[in-house]
């Protein structure tokens, strides 16, 4: 690799394997690999792990820009993994993608995919190289890190707060999650039905992770308060009743549960002072049946039969909103200090609907002014148009407002507005 020119203080340009790439001035790290670094942990954290423990703020602030702003566009540079790379080679498909490869190993090396191309790729299977392959949107994590740089974590001052007590909400229990957003998207899920208890099963990418705390949105006191198990069984030692989420039938001899089903049987169980929780698997092929097995109880969600695979932040909020609907805690809606809970049906605030007096004004003015305009033709089916007239008007459900509206309409079109409307009267 060798060192082109600088297109700043910050950024290198370098040649590699035929493929400009911008660099991190001086230290010999593409760019994307220090947006990655910076996107995946908190700053500090991401600095320390690609060792720019020491790189200036102000330095980070005009790299991430580089790669936030697309400026790589106009150097015609590219980083190695970025979704831009894959598309200035031209490359639309998996298929072309495989081509442009020697060799692509998969897993343990059993299955090998050979293309036409010279360099070698290593992928654990087939369904991460089907997500992956095109690369990935350096420069939106870039936005997002630059924002966490210049304004701090997005909804950090929401702090929130817990419906009920310790025991008083089963808790939310997910085995092994594979991806930090999603655990953010859980939590959000969670926070807006009145779940408080997150719990996680050897997640993945570690914990705590930063990635969850901004996907949550502002459901900060669910992540902070959640907690990381090594084992299912660590996870639901202290519970007595348990119900597991499946969208595919299992050999088990268990009760099937509706999501109503399962929330009125933890209610009953939490009256008595049990401690309930309900288990959530893996994004890619949810908890198997040897896991399954720990639950009283499974729960299915009714769903299309030809499509049932639900994201795991989806599956959460089902449950969740089975649990708040029955609750007695539930608003339509946010309600802040300067907004008060509303009901289902017509809500009116401040206006009145208006009284007969107010629409027989307004049958009057409008019938009195189609008759002057000669609307009515033939005169005998004047009887049957009003009358179809006053039903529609009446179906509306006037305020007091809209029928002033209303006649300030007819005596517009009728005699026209402001000087217009008194040469004609």
Same mark, same amino acid.
């Given at each position: 690799?060798?060192?082109?020119?600088?297109?700043?203080?910050?950024?290198?340009?370098?040649?590699?394997?035929?493929?400009?790439?911008?660099?991190?001035?001086?230290?010999?790290?593409?760019?994307?690999?220090?947006? *990655?670094?910076?996107?995946?942990?908190?700053?500090?954290?991401?600095?320390?792990?690609?060792?720019?423990?020491?790189?200036?703020?102000?330095?980070?602030?005009?790299?991430?820009?580089?790669?936030?702003?697309?400026?790589?566009?106009?150097?015609?540079?590219?980083?190695?993994?970025?979704?831009?790379?894959?598309?200035?080679?031209?490359?639309?498909?998996?298929?072309?993608?495989?081509?442009? *490869?020697?060799?692509?190993?998969?897993?343990?090396?059993?299955?090998?995919?050979?293309?036409?191309?010279?360099?070698?790729?290593?992928?654990?299977?087939?369904?991460?190289?089907?997500?992956?392959?095109?690369?990935?949107?350096?420069?939106?994590?870039?936005?997002?890190?630059?924002?966490?740089?210049?304004?701090?974590?997005?909804?950090?001052?929401?702090?929130?707060?817990?419906?009920?007590?310790?025991?008083?909400?089963?808790?939310?229990?997910?085995?092994?999650?594979?991806?930090?957003?999603?655990?953010?998207?859980?939590?959000?899920?969670?926070?807006?039905?009145?779940?408080?208890?997150?719990?996680?099963?050897?997640?993945?990418?570690?914990?705590?992770?930063?990635?969850?705390?901004?996907?949550?949105?502002?459901?900060?006191?669910?992540?902070?308060?959640?907690?990381?198990?090594?084992?299912?069984?660590?996870?639901?030692?202290?519970?007595?009743?348990?119900?597991?989420?499946?969208?595919?039938?299992?050999?088990?001899?268990?009760?099937?549960?509706?999501?109503?089903?399962?929330?009125?049987?933890?209610?009953?169980?939490?009256?008595?002072?049990?401690?309930?929780?309900?288990?959530?698997?893996?994004?890619?092929?949810?908890?198997? =049946?040897?896991?399954?097995?720990?639950?009283?109880?499974?729960?299915?969600?009714?769903?299309?039969?030809?499509?049932?695979?639900?994201?795991?932040?989806?599956?959460?909020?089902?449950?969740?909103?089975?649990?708040?609907?029955?609750?007695?805690?539930?608003?339509?809606?946010?309600?802040?200090?300067?907004?008060?809970?509303?009901?289902?049906?017509?809500?009116?605030?401040?206006?009145?609907?208006?009284?007969?007096?107010?629409?027989?004004?307004?049958?009057?003015?409008?019938?009195?002014?189609?008759?002057?305009?000669?609307?009515?033709?033939?005169?005998?089916?004047?009887?049957?148009?009003?009358?179809?007239?006053?039903?529609?008007? =009446?179906?509306?459900?006037?305020?007091?407002?809209?029928?002033?509206?209303?006649?300030?309409?007819?005596?517009?079109?009728?005699?026209?507005?402001? =000087?217009?409307?008194?040469?004609? =009267?």
């Amino acid at each position: 690799m060798t060192a082109v020119t600088a297109t700043a203080r910050d950024i290198d340009l370098a040649q590699e394997q035929g493929e400009r790439v911008p660099m991190v001035a001086g230290r010999a790290m593409p760019v994307a690999r220090l947006v *990655h670094a910076c996107h995946e942990k908190i700053i500090d954290e991401g600095l320390a792990a690609v060792g720019a423990a020491d790189m200036d703020r102000a330095a980070l602030d005009r790299i991430l820009a580089y790669c936030a702003e697309l400026r790589c566009e106009a150097d015609r540079a590219t980083c190695p993994g970025c979704k831009r790379r894959t598309e200035a080679r031209g490359i639309a498909t998996l298929e072309a993608f495989i081509a442009r *490869h020697k060799e692509i190993v998969v897993g343990d090396g059993a299955v090998r995919l050979t293309g036409q191309g010279t360099e070698t790729l290593a992928t654990p299977d087939l369904a991460v190289l089907e997500k992956t392959w095109s690369g990935e949107n350096y420069w939106f994590w870039a936005r997002r890190v630059l924002r966490k740089l210049r304004h701090g974590i997005r909804r950090a001052h929401i702090q929130g707060e817990a419906l009920g007590g310790p025991g008083e909400t089963p808790s939310v229990v997910l085995v092994e999650p594979q991806l930090a957003d999603n655990i953010g998207m859980v939590a959000r899920a969670m926070a807006n039905f009145g779940l408080d208890d997150l719990r996680l099963v050897a997640p993945r990418d570690g914990w705590p992770n930063e990635k969850a705390r901004i996907a949550a949105s502002g459901a900060n006191y669910i992540i902070d308060d959640s907690a990381a198990y090594p084992t299912l069984e660590a996870s639901i030692g202290d519970l007595t009743y348990v119900i597991a989420t499946t969208a595919r039938q299992r050999p088990l001899k268990k009760p099937v549960l509706t999501p109503e089903d399962a929330v009125a049987a933890i209610r009953q169980r939490i009256s008595l002072g049990q401690r309930c929780g309900i288990l959530f698997g893996r994004e890619r092929n949810g908890l198997e =049946t040897g896991e399954l097995a720990n639950a009283d109880a499974l729960v299915m969600i009714p769903v299309n039969s030809r499509f049932a695979s639900l994201n795991l932040a989806q599956a959460v909020l089902l449950l969740g909103y089975a649990w708040m609907r029955e609750s007695g805690n539930a608003s339509l809606g946010r309600v802040t200090t300067y907004e008060s809970p509303v009901s289902t049906g017509l809500n009116l605030g401040t206006e009145r609907l208006a009284d007969k007096q107010e629409l027989f004004g307004l049958f009057d003015h409008l019938e009195s002014e189609l008759d002057r305009l000669g609307f009515f033709n033939p005169l005998e089916k004047r009887p049957s148009v009003v009358q179809n007239l006053r039903t529609m008007l =009446t179906r509306m459900a006037l305020t007091q407002q809209e029928v002033r509206t209303l006649r300030g309409i007819v005596a517009t079109l009728s005699h026209g507005k402001g =000087t217009g409307r008194k040469s004609s =009267t």
